[in-house]
């Protein structure tokens, strides 16, 4: 498929008038074709009309008609084959399977919200009866159900470029809830994103939508993406990538005259909890295994695991020793972009000049765009004393905190920002200790996992992929899993409205056979 550098504005796909800029060869450094120019100002006001537009129309679309866009999405995304495979690695420096793989998931998740939709419980349709005998005072008749909140803004986020890009899950979430989406390319993969882009618009023509459900646009610099979220017409965002980055969004949507809400998925350094008896049993196998979770995409995941908590003796010696010796093994990889590599050499170098913090291991020296991976240790002292060891070093470096007693490892975990994940290494001995520890995790972190790391998310029912601030903007929420749809819905209340202006999912008869509850009580299928 010929890439054109074009943004895709509703049905149109035309060139913007805005500085250009190209995708960089991750590995190389040399430029891609083609030039992307910059959506203009108008563009994005037509992108944002257009979604607008299509709103009322999109979010009425019936269940049949909207799963089977998602999966249309899916289907046409897989359908450009190779090419997209090839222009992403080459944009992102991944090999390919992890791109393959990356791109099953994005299929599956679309797939995964397709039956989100033909299954209907995510309209939460309530009914209260009316009770006109109902003594003091009779009760209306009261029904509920969730509209999309409107077309939402996505910014595609540069390590996951695809499951966390254009048609990743933000997009494929807020597409299931029925809002129109409006996406801002990540510039590290201007190429993958017009590939899929197409697939997305493709889709929307051949189901007969309106063209306003799907636009994408490309910046070189960071005017357009603040201009979508400060448009009237948008309604969420939908953004995953830095703290700053993150905040800088969520002030410009809270400063609104009609302020937003902006789900952002920002920084988290994922503790790991080494226990006592767990250690003892197979601390060697767990160092080999968390130093696989650290290298794994050169680090480049909000899950990876960049704290290590565990109290000294011989059992952490062994996982020190093994995660040691795979470090030092594991070749340097090529990093996203020259900006992620920096800051990821600059987070590294702030660690190892710090007075309290000795360097564990290290990989060996790669080229220029590759990042190594480290490991240092402190203790629990100096990490209380210092917020700069709680940020996150985004690439394959980790921190371990030698925590005295299982006191000081509860002192640590109290101290911490909000996170992701945190990951508990435990044997039976161990469990009474856990569970003192649970209720402080579960205010800390979205996803507590037992013998295993945070990286690679399962898509599924069951899943958080979210957690406190700065782990995220807004903790009440995911960002991958069918609950994902959540963020881009709102409760709407019809009081005593005649069965003919009811909307369908309220209506006596239920012609579209969604679950529903009546006082309460989930009506029998
Ligand atoms: N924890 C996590 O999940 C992740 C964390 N990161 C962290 O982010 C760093 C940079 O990576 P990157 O992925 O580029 O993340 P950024 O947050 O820098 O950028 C993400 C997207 O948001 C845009 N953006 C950022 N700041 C603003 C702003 N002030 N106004 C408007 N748009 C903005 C970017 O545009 P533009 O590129 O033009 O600035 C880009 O499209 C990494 O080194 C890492 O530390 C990255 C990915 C995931
Ligand atoms: O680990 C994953 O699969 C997802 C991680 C993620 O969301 C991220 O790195 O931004």
Partial sequence: ???????????????????????????????????????????????????????????????????????????????????????????????????????????????????????????????????PDRKPLPRPDLRLRRIAVGPVAVFGASNFPLAFSVAGGDTASALAAGCPVVVKAHPAHPGTS????????????????????????????????????????????????????????????????????????M?????????PAALAARGAAIGKAFAASLTLGAGQFCTNPG??????????????????????ESPAATM???GIRDAYRAGVDRVAGHAAVTRLAEGPEGAAAQGRAALFATDADAFLADPVLQEEMFGASALVVRCRDLAAMRAVLAHLEGQLTASLHLAPEDHAAARE????????????????????????????????????????????????????????SYQDVPDALLPAALQAANPLKLPRRTDGIPDPR
């Fill in 194 to 265: 017009e590939l899929v882009g197409r697939a997305v618009q493709k889709a929307v023509a051949s189901c007969g939508l309106p063209e306003g459900v799907f636009s994408l646009v490309f910046d070189a610099g960071q005017s357009i993406g603040q201009a979508l979220v400060a448009d009237p017409r948008i309604a969420a965002v939908g953004f995953t990538g830095s703290r700053r980055g993150g905040t800088a969004l969520m002030a410009i949507a809270a400063g609104r005259p009609a302020p937003i809400p902006v789900y952002a998925e």
């Fill in 267 to 275: 920084s988290s350094i994922n503790p790991v909890l080494l226990f």
């Fill in 336 to 338: 996203l972009t020259p």
């Fill in 1 to 131: 498929m010929t890439l054109r550098g074009e943004n895709l504005i509703g049905a149109e796909a035309r060139r913007g008038t805005e500085a250009a800029f190209r995708a960089v060869e991750a590995a190389t450094g040399e430029a891609l074709e083609p030039d992307f120019p910059g959506a203009s100002l108008a563009d994005l006001d037509r992108a944002c009309a257009l979604a607008e537009a299509a709103f009322d129309t999109y979010r009425e679309t019936d269940p049949e008609t909207r799963a089977g866009f998602l999966e249309a999405i899916a289907a046409n995304i897989l359908e450009i084959g190779d090419d997209l495979v090839t222009r992403c690695m080459a944009e992102t420096g991944l090999p390919r399977p992890r791109i393959e793989g990356e791109r099953a998931r994005t299929a599956g998740q679309l797939r995964l919200f397709a039956a989100v939709v033909r299954e209907g419980s995510y309209v939460e349709a309530r009914i209260d009866p009316a009770l």
């Fill in 437 to 492: 520890l649970l209720p402080l995790l579960e205010r800390r972190v979205g996803r507590i996992l037992v013998d295993g790391f945070g990286t690679g998310v399962e898509v599924a029912h069951a899943m958080v992929h979210g957690g406190p601030y700065p782990a995220t903007s807004d903790g009440r929420t995911t960002s991958v899993g069918s609950l994902a749809i959540d963020r881009f819905l709102r409760p709407v």
């Fill in 307 to 328: 704290l290590i908590l565990a109290v000294p003796g011989p059992g952490l010696d062994a996982f020190l020793d093994a995660a040691a010796a795979a470090l030092r």
